[in-house]
């Protein structure tokens, strides 16, 4: 059986890290041969969940309980807000020697940012600020996660490699080119029953899934328990099947357990046309009798909006900020509309109260207030504030940490 340390040293743990109020508890959990990680609340050490940040708290909190509990170790939870994105690389060191395999040797030296020993031994996980390119997140002995999963976090640093956490998204994007993307051709989830698109978000639909009658039921599958099963299929299947009460969309199905401790490397495997993640799905919206449905007028009129955004003169892509979007729009799946607004915002945010312009004699600052509507999951909302975001990051690297709040965004 696999075995894990919960053993650390906080002393070789990034700053930037500790700065985050993103961290948990963890516990070893054997399953069969493998050593499941579940996240433990430092606060109350119930189950904590990567995608309930109420669940997490600061690095003293978390230091402070796994001290009181010698079978707790800690943890960081990824969250794209952030923008840290951790590569994890499975069974590529020899415990007892510290010799790497060349693979992973090469993707250490590629990637060129701080890595750690994992707590088996045999694996390194490796932090860095950047985004991952869209498509697969684990395949073999690699894995990639920016949001929605948690690492664990020993201190144990490879030597050779940089204290600190690098901006690496070029050379993300090279890792994922070469590791996990799949080589065979994609083709398109399309949503089921004529359904145009997802009328909830995901993490809507978590919360819920977290609220309903059977949470508990939810919330245990979620987490990876599946003891009340007969087989771990089954409980894929019962997830799968409490997803799709809310929706109707494969493709937003797959992304949603795919974030779950029950996804893994037999989600993918091939059976006949289908993988065996494409069967589960579409057996479960061919059988769910019960759908939600939200009558809300206000939704209503949002959904029946066009979806084109509106088309901008090329007076309006003006000056620095103008000149980044046609440069960089190319390149990004964002539209450059809301992209250029993104900038014009958050610019504005960086700049300051204090600069302005006077009209008359009426101050103008450059304040500007943004409320940008797109379609739920497909209108690129997220993307269009993920370049400028890490544009900003790299001029002020607290700027998201201080500037930046979370509330009644998707």
């Known amino acids: 059986m696999t075995t894990a340390s919960v053993t650390f040293d906080e002393r070789a743990i990034p700053a930037f890290l500790k700065q985050l109020p993103q961290w948990v508890c963890w516990r070893p959990k054997p399953n069969g041969s493998r050593m499941e990680k579940i996240p433990v609340n430092a606060d109350n050490g119930k189950l904590a969940s990567t995608t309930?940040?109420?669940?997490?708290?600061?690095?003293?909190?978390?230091?402070?309980?796994?001290?009181?509990?010698?079978?707790?170790?800690?943890?960081?939870?990824?969250?794209?807000?952030?923008?840290?994105?951790?590569v994890d690389l499975d069974k590529c060191r020899d415990a007892d020697t510290g010799h790497l395999d060349p693979w992973a040797d090469e993707v250490v030296r590629r990637l060129n940012t701080y890595t750690e020993i994992s707590p088996s031994g045999t694996g390194l996980h490796l932090l860095m600020r950047g985004t991952l390119p869209p498509g697969s997140r684990k395949k073999g002995r690699v894995e990639a996660y920016e949001h929605g999963r948690f690492f664990t976090v020993t201190g144990q640093h490879l030597k050779g490699t940089p204290m600190t956490i690098e901006a690496r998204t070029p050379e993300l994007a090279i890792l994922h080119?070469?590791?996990?993307?799949?080589?065979?051709?994609?083709?398109?989830?399309?949503?089921?029953?004529?359904?145009?698109?997802?009328?909830?978000?995901?993490?809507?639909?978590?919360?819920k899934c977290r609220a309903a009658k059977n949470a508990a039921k939810f919330e245990a599958l979620w987490q990876g328990d599946w003891s009340g099963y007969a087989s771990q299929s089954e409980a894929d299947s019962?997830?799968?099947?409490?997803?799709?009460?809310?929706?109707?969309?494969?493709?937003?199905?797959?992304?949603?357990?795919?974030?779950?401790?029950?996804?893994?490397?037999?989600?993918?495997?091939?059976?006949?046309?289908?993988?065996?993640?494409?069967?589960?799905?579409?057996?479960?919206?061919?059988?769910?009798?019960?759908?939600?449905?939200?009558?809300?007028?206000?939704?209503?009129?949002?959904?029946?909006?066009?979806?084109?955004?509106?088309?901008?003169?090329?007076?309006?892509?003006?000056?620095?900020?103008?000149a980044f979007v046609r440069d960089v729009g190319p390149y990004s799946e964002a539209d450059p509309v809301a992209m250029l607004l993104h900038m014009l915002v958050a610019g504005g945010v960086m700049i300051g109260p204090r600069p302005h312009a006077?009209?008359?004699?009426?101050?103008?600052?450059?304040?500007?207030?943004?409320?940008?509507?797109?379609?739920?999951?497909?209108?690129?909302?997220?993307?269009?504030?993920?370049?400028?975001?890490?544009?900003?990051?790299?001029?002020?690297?607290?700027?998201?940490?201080?500037?930046v709040k979370s509330g009644l965004s998707s």
């Open 177 to 207: 080119a070469r590791y996990l993307a799949d080589a065979r051709p994609v083709v398109p989830r399309t949503p089921i029953n004529g359904t145009p698109h997802a009328l909830l978000s995901d993490d809507e639909i978590l919360t």
């Open 358 to 403: 006077l009209v008359e004699h009426q101050p103008h600052y450059a304040r500007t207030n943004l409320l940008l509507v797109g379609r739920t999951a497909g209108g690129r909302k997220g993307t269009a504030w993920s370049t400028p975001k890490r544009v900003l990051s790299e001029v002020e690297p607290d700027f998201v940490l201080k500037r």
């Open 52 to 86: 309930d940040p109420t669940t997490w708290t600061d690095f003293r909190t978390a230091i402070g309980a796994a001290h009181a509990n010698a079978e707790h170790g800690i943890g960081y939870v990824l969250h794209r807000d952030a923008g840290i994105v951790g």
């Open 238 to 322: 019962a997830l799968i099947f409490m997803l799709a009460f809310y929706s109707r969309d494969s493709g937003q199905l797959d992304r949603l357990f795919r974030q779950s401790r029950l996804f893994r490397d037999k989600w993918d495997e091939r059976r006949g046309e289908q993988t065996y993640g494409e069967k589960t799905i579409m057996e479960a919206l061919a059988n769910v009798r019960e759908t939600y449905s939200a009558s809300s007028m206000t939704r209503t009129r949002v959904e029946s909006a066009t979806e084109e955004w509106p088309a901008l003169e090329k007076e309006a892509f003006h000056g620095l900020v103008g």
